[in-house]
């Protein structure tokens, strides 16, 4: 009995099952452990379904998220170089500028000057308080869409229409 049990288990195959849509959906599943390993920064949802809406032009989004990137703690500001944004960014650090300023006439951010010592400044601080108050002063209107949308697909699908 013995003999027939090990002889079975050596000859079983190993079936694979399919990967669930939650592991589908990972980070390192889609870009590769390799470039998952220098991180990632989290961008909510709403900010690129409104782009359009906020008539936020792809050079100012691209500025926001940079400094998206350099935001840690919720309560303190970033403060990346506009030189650092520049490069990365490839163009020139008064072009950066011209973007900060227009992003803070539009209300989005708030340059915050830093010093080191008695008047040695470094690179600014940026609140992006108004960035956030935008958002949620939308965020109604896409959710109430959201929930039409919800309402009608339910509708289709029991034929009450």
Do not use: C
């Not at 032009?57 to 500025?63: Q, Y």
């Not at 303190?76 to 960014?89: C, E, F, H, L, S």
């Not at 000057?113 to 949620?136: H, M, T, W």
């Amino acid at each position: 009995m013995t003999k027939q049990t090990d002889k079975s288990s050596t000859s079983a195959k190993v079936v694979q099952l399919p990967v669930t849509r939650k592991e589908k959906r990972r980070a390192e599943d889609k870009f590769g452990t390799q470039v998952m390993k220098h991180g990632y920064t989290m961008l909510p949802n709403l900010l690129l379904q409104a782009q359009g809406r906020l008539e936020i032009s792809h050079a100012e989004f691209n500025v926001l998220v940079q400094l998206v990137f350099h935001w840690w703690d919720a309560d303190k500001d970033p403060y990346p170089a506009k030189d650092t944004i520049a490069r990365r960014m490839g163009l020139s650090p008064r072009q950066v500028q011209r973007y900060l300023t227009k992003l803070e006439d539009a209300g989005f951010i708030k340059r915050i000057e830093r010093f080191s010592g008695k008047n040695a400044q470094i690179a600014n601080a940026y609140s992006l308080d108004g960035l956030v108050e935008k958002l949620k002063a939308i965020e109604p209107e896409f959710r109430k869409v959201a929930e039409q949308k919800k309402i009608r697909q339910r509708k289709v699908e029991t034929n009450s229409a």
